[in-house]
């Protein structure tokens, strides 16, 4: 049976093989995903991040056992960061969440960043078109841990979920433009820890600034203890109704698919002025020249574009 | 193949000693591996799971408990049940060199015990891989 048929009946193994295809590049995968585009968008889709060690997996294991308990389906997409210099990586997610693997309702994919900025890989948007049809309620995309600047999750995700933990700075860290920016929900996570109630505060005295009529809430969770994460999954269901209620989600949606149409055009630029072995020749050359200061990149790179 | 190679690096059974498999994990990055760590104490069940979801070529086992007569193959049956027929299953750890034969017999491709240089696993799984 076809690929596609077997995931539109629910079969897990083509789940996982589309989306290896996926991060691939095999244009099969995306011969599917055209076909099967109109039956994407049903999903929650839940962007979660925060710095390294705040606990997204832990509570991403939580939230997805909550809203297991409700009957509900999740997939979870969990990224981690691919080596620049082999190209190697250490996918470490599912240990925070061993006890999903056995529940049929659950589907766990981990992600390397093959290359890509911004907390993301490439094919994370694939994968979630591909949990998408393949039906689940609930999709979680867990970035890699982040710094200040990865905000990539928020053209991803209707709902971007912000983890941070008390002790990272002080409150102009709060008000620095970037991560801080898009959370649409904050948790203040290993909330029995000295400061906690400190950081939860700034990030409130941030959002009194706040300039949309969602006020984003701030909730305490003690992930391991399963304490706050009821509410928390109140607060990112709210959301979606807000998104939903104020024709938000249309808007935020027509603004993500712009960008991501920008974004395969521009890769597919780049396959045409890469792609060919002439061209990646050139630069090489290109490159030497400039290392040599014998042209400038400026020149260079209009030498390039001349070539398409 | 101009795509990672993806293991899943396993412990099964009850013991708790990680530091082999952990060694292991990181030599298959550097070896340029996507390398999924599941951590310690998995059923064979949760490892079979694990493996379809994530799409690999390969499972790793690393085991220290004595139960491996018992957990290796029965990772390879489950595969075997869920009609995955593409993946190599390899183990490592303290094995008795009695025991190996009989592992081989079950489907598990190859074993690793203690001493194993990292290259002679990195250059077994790049030579042993089924899909390509």
């Known amino acids: ?308 | 193949m101009d795509r990672p190679i993806r293991v899943l690096v396993a412990k099964p059974g009850l013991d708790g000693h990680d530091r082999g498999a952990k060694v292991i994990a990181r030599a298959l990055r550097d070896a340029g591996m996507e390398v999924i760590y599941t951590g310690l104490r998995q059923t064979p069940e949760q490892i079979v799971n694990a493996a379809i979801q994530e799409d690999v070529d390969v499972v790793a086992m690393s085991i220290l408990s004595g139960a491996h007569n018992t957990l290796l193959p029965k990772v390879v049956e489950l595969l075997k049940a869920e009609n995955v027929d593409d993946v190599l299953v390899i183990g490592g750890g303290v094995i008795p060199d009695d025991d190996i034969p009989f592992l081989k017999e079950k489907g598990i491709a190859e074993i690793f015990t203690p001493g194993t240089p990292t290259s002679v696993t990195i250059d077994f799984i790049r030579a042993n891989v089924k899909r390509k």
Request: hydrophobic share 40%; net charge neutral.
């Open chain 1, 1 to 308: 049976m076809k690929l596609a048929e077997r995931l539109l009946q629910g079969d897990k193994r083509a789940v996982a093989r589309l989306i290896s295809m996926a991060e691939n590049h095999d244009p099969e995968a995306v011969e599917i995903l055209r076909k099967l585009y109109n039956k994407t968008g049903n999903a929650h889709v839940i962007g979660i991040t925060g710095p390294p060690g705040a606990g997204k997996s832990t509570l991403t294991d939580k939230l997805a056992k909550a809203i297991r308990r409700e009957g509900k389906t999740v997939g979870i997409i969990a990224v981690d960061p691919t080596s620049p210099f082999t190209g190697g990586s250490i996918l470490g997610d599912r240990v925070r969440m061993n006890d999903l693997s056995m529940d049929p309702g659950v589907f766990i994919r981990s992600m390397g960043t093959r290359g890509h900025l911004g907390g993301l890989s490439k094919a994370t948007q694939a994968a979630v078109k591909i949990l998408d049809i393949y039906g689940v309620d609930y999709i979680f995309i867990e970035t890699v841990g982040v710094g200040q600047s990865e905000v990539d999750i928020a053209k991803n995700a209707d709902t971007t979920l912000m983890v941070t933990v008390p002790g990272l700075g002080d409150d102009i860290q709060t008000i620095k433009a970037g991560i801080m920016e898009i959370g649409d929900v904050f948790a203040v996570n290993k909330a029995d820890r000295d400061g906690a109630k400190r950081t939860a505060t700034e990030i409130e005295m941030m959002l009194d600034f706040h300039h949309s009529d969602w006020r984003p809430p701030v909730q305490m969770v003690i992930a391991v203890e399963n304490k706050g994460v009821d509410e928390l999954l109140d607060h990112l269901k709210n959301h979606r109704k807000y998104l939903e209620e104020t024709g938000k989600l249309q808007e935020k949606r027509i603004q993500n698919s712009k960008l991501e149409i920008i974004d395969l055009v521009q890769e597919k630029l780049m396959g045409m002025i890469l792609d060919k072995s002439h061209k990646e020749e050139m630069v090489h050359r290109l490159a030497a020249d400039v290392a040599a200061r014998k042209i400038d990149p400026y020149s260079a790179s209009e030498a390039i574009l001349k070539e398409i």
